[in-house]
Every structure is written in structure tokens, then in C-alpha cells.
């Protein structure tokens, strides 16, 4: 069976700091990944994808994730948080074939603190 | 930038009644999808759509959902009888292509209350 874990409901990072957002997976088959990120009132949106290729992806707003296959992970990372970054996240698992439905871990709440 | 929006923002129904719920996808997608959130819980699939038909639908998509596309631009959810546990955000969402590769494009949401 198909899953995404978020292990933490919230993250907390001070300004300036590296944050990171962790998130595991577990598929059958070759996994796509994807992040997602949630603002109040807001859908959401589209931050990076992992599909194939060099296991560290950069995506929009200076985030980037690195693929783990072996520890079946995928987790966002930021070299430098913003309070700005502040907002929900959620990962989201593809499977390579057959069906194209996301399966979502149960997000987790960033807290950047200035 | 194109986006996908939906209406409307929230929709406060009785038990029983009927609900329609409006997308507008981005308008050169071919695929769309609903995922409703219940409280605290997670993002889940309902449906998904292309083609005039329903590609694929999840356990929770009983015979009381309907999606539709009625013309060129609006995909349309539709619960006929509503339940106390439908009350949820319902998110639309649409791709270009398909395929796992390809990411979805979100909406807004729509806050489904039913009393």
C-alpha cells in the first residue's frame, strides 16, 4: 500500500536559520514526489517535484529536497528561513504508473520566528 | 499567472440537501481531480476526470458524488443528499497531462458545512 508520512505536526526555526521539513514514503514501483505548500485562504501550491534524475531538487522560493531511496525519504529544505515561510506544508506522493491521484501526508505547520 | 478558482469560498448547507460545488481549471488542462480535507485530517482523492468521464475514484466517491463538466470552462462537484461527515474543504484541482510526472494545480478550496 501506498503512504506518506509527515512525522512532525509542527516545526518551529528561528529567522536566518536552515529548516527542514521531513517527509517518508512508501510505494511500490518508482515514487514521484511533490511539495506542496499552504497559505491561509489560499490552495495549494506547487513548490518542487522529484520525477528522476539528480536526487537533490531546487524548487520556488529557495526551497530544495533531497530524494532518499534507501531511507525512502523526501525531505524540504531551506538554508535560510523567512517568517514569510511560515504557512502549512504538505508532501504528496505520485506513483509512476497507473493511477495519477495524489496521496498527501497530513501536512506540517512551519513556525518561523523572527 | 493562471490559477484555478473555485466557488464558492464556503457553503453552509442542511442534512439532506443537495450541494453543488464550481471549479473554473486552468483553462488548457485536460485533467481534473477533487480532494476534499476533513478537519485535522489529511488531503484525500476523491475523483479524478478527463475526457468527459471519470478516470478514477476512491472509496469515499459513492453514488452520492457527481462530477460533470457542463461546458468548456466549469468542472462541477456535485453531493445529492448531504451527510453530517461531508462537512470538509474541497479542493478542484487541474493538470496539463497526465501522468504522475505532471503536477496538479490547486484551487482555493471550498468549506462544505453541513448542520
Known amino acids: 500500500a501506498q503512504s506518506v508520512a509527515q512525522p512532525e505536526d509542527q516545526v518551529n526555526v528561528a529567522e536566518g536559520n536552515p529548516l527542514t521539513v521531513k517527509c517518508t514514503y512508501s510505494v511500490s514501483g518508482n515514487p514521484y514526489l511533490f511539495w506542496y505548500v499552504q497559505y491561509p485562504n489560499r490552495g495549494l501550491q506547487f513548490l518542487l517535484k522529484?520525477?528522476?534524475?539528480?536526487?537533490l531538487v531546487k524548487g520556488s522560493y529557495g526551497f530544495e529536497a533531497e530524494f532518499n531511496k534507501s531511507q525512502t525519504s523526501f525531505h524540504l529544505k531551506k538554508p535560510s528561513a523567512l517568517v514569510s515561510d511560515s504557512a502549512l506544508y504538505f508532501c504528496?506522493?505520485?506513483?509512476?504508473?497507473?493511477?495519477?491521484?495524489?496521496?498527501f501526508g497530513t501536512g506540517t505547520r512551519l513556525k518561523v520566528l523572527a | 499567472e493562471p490559477e484555478v478558482t473555485q466557488t464558492p469560498s464556503h457553503q453552509v448547507t442542511q442534512m439532506g440537501q443537495e450541494v453543488i460545488l464550481r471549479c473554473v481549471p486552468i483553462?488548457?488542462?485536460?485533467?481534473f481531480y477533487w480532494y476534499r480535507q476533513i478537519l485535522g485530517q489529511k488531503v484525500e482523492f476523491l475523483v479524478s476526470?478527463?475526457?468527459?468521464?471519470?478516470?478514477?475514484k476512491s472509496e469515499i466517491f459513492d453514488d452520492q458524488f457527481s462530477v460533470e463538466r457542463p461546458d468548456g470552462s466549469n468542472f462541477t462537484l456535485k453531493i445529492r443528499s448531504t451527510k453530517l461527515e461531508d462537512s470538509a474543504m474541497y479542493f478542484c484541482?487541474?493538470?496539463?497531462?497526465?501522468?504522475?510526472?505532471?503536477?496538479?494545480?490547486f484551487g482555493p478550496g471550498t468549506r462544505l458545512t453541513v448542520l
Open positions: 484541482a487541474s493538470s496539463e497531462l497526465a501522468g504522475g510526472a505532471n503536477e496538479q494545480f
Open positions: 504528496a506522493l505520485a506513483r509512476s504508473s497507473g493511477t495519477y491521484k495524489y496521496i
Open positions: 522529484y520525477i528522476t534524475g539528480d536526487n
Open positions: 483553462s488548457n488542462h485536460l485533467y
Open positions: 476526470f478527463y475526457n468527459n468521464e471519470i478516470s478514477e
